[in-house]
């Protein structure tokens, strides 16, 4: 019962997330045009804040499913916004990487960790963004793999300060 709270608590942030970050940009479109983007660096600043949070918090989950399920949606979002960068997250990503409860759990977080930090090396990102559109889960972590063993991604194993 405890994991299913859990998992319906790291949902429902994420879920409410993205509804706060769609109604800020609602209220930043109605404001003056001088203040504009500081509105909308706000409202943007508050979305990664709220996502972080719920992503952390099923990073951080007892339950190795949603900590596997978050892995995967934290490889979605970066992929769609590039410019979310956190250093919690890559902290917890390398705890999970070097801590995890399996090996299949600690390698897809070192893919993730490799892709979080250098998705800019990433080659083939029609791929990935074809995979997510499919809900490819298991082959948007083959297509990471991909391309860290094909050489393109420079640093495969950044260390990191826990």
Known sequence: MKLLKQAVLSITIFA???AAFETSSVKAESLVARDSSKADSLAI????ETVENSLLSGLKSDNKDLV???LYHLVIF????PEFQSEKITRELAKIRRDGSSHHLRYKAQLALTYFQHQEEFTNMFGLKTLIGQN???KLFFQIDDEVRSGNITV???PVNL
């Open 136 to 138: 490819e889960f298991i």
């Open 45 to 48: 600043a508050r979305f990664f």
């Open 156 to 158: 495969a194993n950044t």
């Open 16 to 18: 409410l997330g993205f």
């Open 68 to 70: 596997d399920s978050n």
């Open 78 to 81: 970066k992929t769609d916004y």
